[in-house]
């Protein structure tokens, strides 16, 4: 049955940086559709807020760690280990976002961005490996999802070059990450979201809605929903033959990158 490809019931995740955004959009419809939810945080206190919503629905336990930090990295997957001897689903999605102009651009908003955004990715997915691979099978493996962007395939207009940067390594990692751990029953994939409603593209969206709504072939922002289908999607039956890939989520913004212009 199609419902059964698409079950999630039973399986344990952790989501990072879940507590607001894509990843709070990606547990909520972990949790409604019956996993076992994990939300890491760099704030303790909006962490377990949003656990405790989202526990209206099911299982959220929240874990309160800043992944800038490799110390942290080491003590959340010592976190799961303490709790789990197998972990399902890992979507590495905490992240930050940095602008300036390229003339003053500093080594912290750099050094900043590649801890959270890549490094991060990286270690946390070596730690939980023995996890995950306890929880994968030849029919149904293990899953990591990682959270890229399109800006990480194109060209953003904001000065944002370590952010853009990071994300188009998320998507290479992602790829290399794939060919090695398919053998470990892991398939590795990402998501590249294009203009979602989240805090780090709010001050954006304040000034320029209607510009960037009408960048966007379909036509609006893109909506909590349309996140989770892909999210569920690399994490059920319905893909277990799909590894190495970089799924866009942007209502067609990649499709038309070459059309802005007309001919």
Not at 13 to 42: C, P
Not at 111 to 130: C, E, G, R, T, W
Not at 202 to 226: C, F, M, N, Q, Y
């Given at each position: 049955?199609?419902s059964q490809?698409?079950?999630?019931s039973?399986?344990?995740a952790?989501?990072?940086?879940?507590?607001?955004?894509?990843?709070?959009?990606?547990?909520?419809?972990?949790v409604?559709?019956?996993?076992?939810?994990?939300?890491?945080?760099?704030k303790?206190e909006?962490?377990?807020?949003?656990?405790?919503?989202?526990s209206k629905?099911g299982t959220?336990?929240?874990?309160a760690?800043?992944?800038?930090s490799?110390?942290?990295v080491?003590?959340?997957a010592?976190?799961?280990?303490?709790?789990?001897?197998?972990?399902?689903?890992?979507?590495?999605?905490?992240?930050?976002a940095?602008?300036?102009?390229?003339?003053t651009?500093?080594?912290?908003?750099?050094?900043?961005?590649m801890?959270?955004n890549?490094?991060?990715?990286?270690?946390?997915?070596?730690?939980l490996?023995?996890?995950?691979?306890?929880?994968?099978?030849?029919?149904?493996p293990a899953?990591?999802?990682?959270?890229?962007?399109?800006?990480?395939?194109?060209?953003?207009?904001?000065?944002?070059y370590?952010?853009?940067?990071?994300?188009?390594?998320?998507?290479?990692?992602t790829?290399?990450?794939?060919?090695?751990?398919?053998?470990?029953?892991?398939?590795?994939n990402?998501?590249?979201?294009?203009?979602f409603?989240?805090?780090?593209?709010?001050?954006?969206?304040?000034?320029?809605?209607?510009?960037i709504?009408s960048s966007v072939?379909?036509?609006r922002?893109?909506?909590d929903?349309?996140?989770?289908?892909?999210?569920?999607?690399?994490c059920?039956?319905?893909?277990?033959?799909?590894?190495?890939?970089v799924l866009?989520?942007?209502g067609g913004?990649?499709?038309?990158?070459?059309?802005?212009?007309p001919?």
């Amino acid at each position: 049955m199609v419902s059964q490809l698409f079950d999630i019931s039973g399986k344990t995740a952790l989501v990072t940086g879940g507590s607001r955004g894509i990843g709070l959009m990606i547990a909520r419809g972990f949790v409604q559709n019956g996993a076992k939810v994990y939300i890491s945080s760099r704030k303790a206190e909006a962490c377990e807020r949003a656990a405790a919503g989202l526990s209206k629905y099911g299982t959220c336990i929240p874990l309160a760690h800043d992944l800038g930090s490799m110390a942290e990295v080491k003590a959340l997957a010592e976190d799961i280990k303490a709790r789990e001897k197998k972990l399902d689903i890992l979507v590495n999605n905490a992240g930050a976002a940095w602008a300036e102009p390229f003339e003053t651009f500093s080594e912290e908003g750099w050094d900043k961005l590649m801890n959270v955004n890549l490094k991060a990715i990286f270690f946390l997915s070596q730690a939980l490996l023995p996890e995950l691979k306890a929880a994968g099978t030849a029919d149904d493996p293990a899953r990591i999802v990682n959270i890229g962007s399109i800006d990480g395939i194109l060209q953003p207009q904001l000065e944002s070059y370590a952010y853009s940067a990071s994300k188009a390594a998320v998507h290479h990692l992602t790829h290399h990450l794939a060919k090695h751990l398919a053998r470990d029953q892991i398939n590795v994939n990402a998501i590249a979201p294009g203009p979602f409603e989240t805090k780090m593209l709010a001050p954006v969206l304040a000034t320029a809605r209607k510009a960037i709504e009408s960048s966007v072939p379909r036509g609006r922002i893109g909506e909590d929903d349309d996140m989770i289908g892909a999210a569920i999607f690399f994490c059920s039956r319905a893909s277990s033959f799909i590894t190495g890939q970089v799924l866009a989520v942007d209502g067609g913004i990649m499709a038309a990158a070459y059309m802005q212009q007309p001919l």
